[in-house]
């Protein structure tokens, strides 16, 4: 089992950041590839960004637009997701998945676990 731990998110202004953070814990060695989804009120859930803990592959979201950057520092089990000019739009809860295949996939299926989410808020 691998636990995850989500921090860092709040109430923003439009152009603001805030950074993510994703606790691991238990058998990391399940989390070979990390993903951040979010899911806004009524709207399903999608990918935002994900990477494998080698840091080979990585996958952003089209609507980043480079706004938002994955990393992982693998001494502490922790990834992060940057945020930078964050919008109203990107108002959601936002996840940390966990799978244990080392291959990256971004269908959210795909990830053996998950974190309790951490809401951003983003003001205009």
């Known amino acids: 089992q691998v636990q995850l731990v989500e921090s860092g998110g709040g109430l923003v202004q439009a152009g603001g950041s805030l950074r993510l953070s994703c606790a691991a814990s238990?058998?990391?060695?399940?989390?070979?590839?990390m993903g951040w989804f979010r899911q806004a009120p009524g709207k399903e859930r999608e990918a935002v960004a994900a990477m494998t803990r080698s840091g080979d592959s990585i996958w952003y979201a089209s609507f980043v637009k480079r706004r938002f950057t994955i990393s992982v520092d693998n001494a502490r089990n922790t990834v992060y997701l940057q945020m930078n000019n964050l919008q109203p739009e990107d108002k959601a809860v936002y996840y940390c998945?966990?799978?244990?295949?080392?291959?990256?996939?971004?269908?959210?299926?795909?990830?053996?676990?998950w974190g309790q989410g951490t809401q951003v808020t983003v003001s205009s």
């Open positions: 998945a966990a799978r244990g295949s080392s291959s990256l996939n971004i269908l959210a299926t795909y990830y053996d676990y």
């Open positions: 238990g058998r990391t060695s399940s989390s070979a590839a």
